[in-house]
């Protein structure tokens, strides 16, 4: 079976903590992604990345950066986690094809900003 | 841009119901359509998908047909199920450009 792994399903941070998020997929896609779904405004697009090392803008960049150094694992970053991250954190996986359409979730993390 | 536009929740049915998730789109040439789904707890999942106009996604009794001259691609289904409660999102692909996903529609189906 394919699987997308989120480390963490629940995370409880503090005001300007440093957050990691990691994320591993175990099908050799290129392709990754992390959203953020929130109540009333559906999943939004914060980074991706087509290869190792490479990485785009989502949406919604403010706040986070992303590390893709080895193909299966893409990391986001708050580097200084604020009240209005808290979240649900959806990380996905898809084969470079990006026209196929499927893309593969994790379960989610769900983070707590304190 | 590209936006999809999808029905608010949340929708709460009795069991053996008809389903209908409204969803129109907003895109410039020829995009490709997608349902996902989100059980309780769980990541979303390719639900179904249509690439061209007038073509039919179906999977698990659910259907969608890909309406240009509407730009709508609802979501139905004839006899919803318990097992069916779940948010549904309606996704849109424009060129080489990743999903955007509508704000997502909560269904309750009750026994």
């Known amino acids: 079976d394919v699987k997308v792994t989120q480390s963490s399903r629940y995370l409880v941070k503090r005001t300007g903590e440093k957050v990691f998020l990691e994320c591993v997929q175990d099908?050799?896609?290129?392709?990754m992604f992390w959203y953020r779904q929130d109540p009333g405004l559906g999943l939004r697009l914060i980074y991706f990345?087509?290869?190792?090392?490479?990485?785009e803008k989502g949406d919604i960049p403010e706040g986070y950066s992303v590390s893709r150094e080895k193909k299966e694992r893409f990391s986001l970053i708050l580097e200084s986690a604020s009240t209005n991250q808290t979240s649900m954190y959806l990380c996905?996986?898809?084969?470079?094809?990006?026209?196929?359409?499927?893309?593969?979730f994790g379960e989610g993390s769900r983070l707590t900003v304190l | 841009g590209n936006s999809v536009t999808q029905m608010e929740g949340p929708v709460t049915l009795s069991e053996e119901a008809f389903l209908t998730i409204n969803c129109t789109y907003t895109?410039?040439?020829?995009?490709?359509l997608f349902w996902y789904v989100q059980y309780p707890g769980e990541g979303l999942q390719l639900l179904l998908k249509?690439?061209?106009?007038?073509d039919k996604g179906s999977n698990k009794g659910f259907e969608a047909t890909y309406r240009k001259e509407t730009t709508s691609f609802h979501l139905e289904k004839g006899s919803v199920q318990v097992s069916d409660s779940a948010v549904y999102f309606c996704?849109?692909?424009?060129?080489?450009?990743?999903?955007?996903f509508g704000k997502g529609t909560r269904l309750s189906v009750i026994a």
């Open positions: 895109a410039t040439g020829y995009p490709s």
């Open positions: 990345s087509y290869d190792v090392k490479m990485k």
């Open positions: 249509a690439t061209k106009a007038d």
């Open positions: 099908m050799d896609h290129e392709n």
């Open positions: 996905a996986s898809s084969l470079i094809t990006l026209n196929t359409g499927e893309l593969f």
């Open positions: 996704a849109l692909r424009g060129g080489n450009t990743p999903l955007v």
